[in-house]
């Protein structure tokens, strides 16, 4: 990490990077979040079905809209806020809109008036349903969650790095670890709410249940709002996005003209001088772009230096930005399939564990079906720690490079490891799948028939290869996205993750209602039957780890082609008039 820093006289002489002693407000503000968020969010489902009376198909409806909206609203808050706000002052809202909406939901449980009388039958359809208004309230709560979500997700991790200088090895390094322990210590928050938080809600008393999270989002906003004094704020110059426009429609004008010989030469190459981003060398790919950087007699230039019609003649800077954003979108691409795969272990692996021996031991003790996740958490945060500690200066030593390997090839290497938890989870689904089948069940649920007498534990190598796969390609993905979009997009670039997700939940949708349908006459039966024991789940994992092979391959082609974003200058432009930067605590 790094302690704290004043910029270069080149730079700007008053500014000071605070690094590690931001964190303790960044990393903790960011913990409590997650225990607030992923602790009222990951058992709504049960909420709706058990206190609001919902029917299960109205429940998940609702829910899927939540987690769409909530994952597709980061690009609205990224770019709200790489245009207007700033990462700051977005975070500060969406922390308190966050905050907001726990308690508006924790008083729909602890308010009885809130929601429909309790149901004492088992038939839900007889229940008395909520009222209108019941419901607008609970939407209520829903719509400032996902406000929240929309501003906390893009700009969290990016408002994080922004701490660290990025032009000294003490930044650099700090700047890396961050990624990890960041990721580390979600992962552990997430945990801690997937276990003992909705225990709370589910056996003691879901008032109870949601109010911690809710006393815990309060006090991710007392941490972030502590560390203000001390925070580097990046102030937002424009619309990121209407550079971009600019340059494609100025390319379109002038796309008859021929490109010069040596482009970096003649070219418009006009940088304003209260630009946060580093200024990129010329670059051979997108070519077609660059004809929006070229002069013709009717371009106007402005006294300032700047063009008099910027939707007509564009600098190359700008063009090059707009290549940054074209040549990361293939990566983006690629990671849809992978997401896809680790879907599957958060569904169908749940269904494996139902119809398996859940029992710890010869206990009566049986671990809950949704629980196992658990174990790819302990996957990630056991082999983080590792791999930043060991593995790190060990490859250093080998390659050379900072880091050890690239990001694009940490990406590659979880992408593998997918394929690999793939074909493990298809051959522990076969062995399920047999004992079921034998003499040696364990007994019948009456809804999914045979419970085989393999023990559950048996997920817990493809749960495990889950969370170290994570490891490798979700982290470092944030990575590159941060890293490799311009400084002035990056929050948009912080909400690509989650566009991916996104992307894959509804890919896997309808990947898993395609394969129902087509299999549903085939001669080897339904592959995704409600009882696994009369369908092929393990075929249905080879198909996925087939799909990721040719993810792979197609990744592998991507990244070759790939060009990182260089700097022309070693420093980075950040004029003084563009970031706060306000006394330190002590």
Known sequence: ?????EAGADDEPNFRYRGIK?????????????????????NLLVYLTTVFNMKSIRAVTLINIFYGTTNLGTLVGAFLCDTYFGRYKTLAFATVASF???????????????HPPHCETEHIGSCIVPTPWQIAFLLLGFGLLVIGASGIRPCNLAFGADQFNPTTESGKKGLNSFFNWWYFTGTVAMMIALTLVIYVQSDVSWALGLAIPTFLMFLACVLFFMGKRIYVKVEPKGSPMKSVMQVIVAAARKRHLKLPEQPWLTLFSHVPSNSIN????????????????????????SSGGSAANPWRL?????VEEVKCLMRVIPIWASAIIYYSALSQQQTYTVFQALQSNRHLGQSKFKIPAASYSIFSMLGLIIWIPIYDQIMVPLLQKITGKEGGITVLQKMGVGMFLSIVTMLVSAFVEQQRRSLALSELTLRIDPRRGVVSSMSGLWLIPQLTL??????????AQVEFFYKQFP?????????????????????????VSTVHQMTAGAATGNWLPEDLNKGRLDYFYYLVAALGVINLGYFLLSANWYKYKENVCITQELPMDRVESEKPLF
């Open 1 to 5: 990490m790094e302690k704290s820093e």
């Open 22 to 42: 931001a964190m303790p407000f960044i990393i903790g503000n960011e913990t409590f979040e997650k225990l607030g968020t992923v602790g009222t969010s990951s």
């Open 100 to 114: 907001v909406g726990m308690l508006v939901i924790t008083l729909t449980a602890l308010v009885s008036k809130l």
């Open 278 to 301: 580093s200024k990129l060398p010329y670059t051979n790919q997108f070519r077609f772009l660059v004809k929006g950087a070229i002069i013709t007699p009717e371009d106007q230039i």
């Open 314 to 318: 564009c600098s190359i800077q700008q």
């Open 466 to 475: 889950v969370g170290v796969s994570e490891a490798f390609t979700v982290i």
């Open 487 to 511: 400084e002035s997009m990056r929050s948009i670039g912080g909400s690509f993750s989650f566009l991916g997700v996104a992307v894959s939940s509804y890919l896997s949708s309808f990947l």
